[in-house]
């Protein structure tokens, strides 16, 4: 059996140690609130994200980060990207010289254009073939009402992902291995940048054929990026690519579409963020995928117009036109 730590209990970070709890393993989650550990102790239920959820009752919780990491085999990370460095340096003393840490987050960091894994051996020194990434179609309420799901473990060491895969495999989530880090986390970082444009067209109350077009575009970008990043073509057109690119562009369960609809509908950036209520990682990320893709010149022009829209350079309308108005060429380029 092993030891699996679980550094935060958000929607997705409580969804993902529902999982390894009923794969089997020894979970802790750790939550800054006292209320929230409560309620998954005593009620088996996390009711500020997922209510009406019923946790295993193995699952446990603590507010103490040292408790929940000591004799850690997995360490599994589910904070907002913008914040992993500051709590990393606060966590890298608990973490064991042999602990596994696993990525949650989808993001690329502000101002060092780091994927997650990159932040997480940055800051704690702990090697690429230690840490491993989950990605893909993973909306965290449906795979908590224990819906059939997939996803992708990436680690650069195929070893490290077999051992995880064979940790969470369950009668309702079945994950597959990958060693393609890079193409995974850029996967899963552009598509809410994509997400939050077809939030702006749907508010917009633009129709089906104009989502194809920037779903199809905006999976043109994310490839042409990874290519220039050493990402394998094929990632994009697996589950950590075009599947959680459709997840996230048509669910009313995505947080970034779900902000791009408030923007779409006239709502501000800070009206936008209240209404959604949780996290939105495209909305800070895109200006960091943005500077990534200027620095390897690589053309991204749909997540150009949504760093537009959000930074309030452009309005909805305009970035519509803009992106219409582009000069014609060859699909393939």
Not at 124 to 153: F, K, M
Not at 191 to 215: E, S, T
């Amino acid at each position: 059996m092993n030891r699996v730590a679980v550094l935060s209990a958000g929607s997705w970070g409580t969804t993902f140690a529902m999982v390894l709890a009923d794969a089997g393993n020894q979970v802790v989650v750790h939550a800054r609130r006292i209320e929230v550990v409560d309620a998954i102790n005593s009620r088996h239920e996390n009711e500020a994200y997922l209510p009406g959820i019923a946790l295993p009752t193995s699952l446990r919780a603590t507010t103490d980060a040292r408790e929940a990491v000591a004799g850690a085999d997995y360490l599994v990370v589910s904070i907002p990207a913008q914040s992993l460095r500051d709590n990393l340096i606060a966590w890298t003393p608990l973490i064991g010289k042999n602990t596994v840490v696993v990525s949650l987050m989808k993001g690329i960091e502000t101002d060092t254009g780091l994927r997650m894994s990159e932040v997480i051996s940055n800051v704690t020194g702990i090697p690429a073939d230690r840490v491993a990434v989950v990605s893909g179609p993973n909306l965290a309420r449906e795979i908590a009402s224990r819906q059939p799901a997939a996803s992708v473990i990436a680690c650069r060491d195929e070893g490290v992902a077999k051992a995880l895969q064979d940790a969470c495999v369950t009668p309702y989530f079945r994950p597959y291995t990958n060693t393609d880090v890079v193409g995974c986390e850029l996967g899963g970082a552009v598509k809410n940048v994509i997400a939050l444009a077809i939030g702006l067209a749907a508010g917009m109350g633009l129709g089906d054929n104009a989502r194809a077009l920037l779903m199809t575009r905006g999976l043109a970008e994310t490839a042409r990026l990874g290519a220039a990043l050493g990402a394998d073509p094929l990632t994009f057109s697996g589950l950590a690519g075009v599947g959680d690119l459709i997840a996230t562009c048509m669910s009313p369960l995505s947080r970034n579409r779900t902000f791009g609809e408030h923007l779409g509908r006239g709502m501000t950036v800070d009206e936008a963020t209240t209404a959604t209520k949780q996290t939105a990682e495209g909305v800070k990320s895109s200006a960091s995928i943005l500077a990534l893709a200027h620095h390897h010149r690589v053309e991204m022009p749909l997540t150009e117009v949504v760093v537009a829209v959000i930074n309030g350079t452009l309005s909805v309308e305009e970035a519509a036109r803009q992106l219409m108005n582009r000069a014609p060429k060859p699909e393939r380029t």
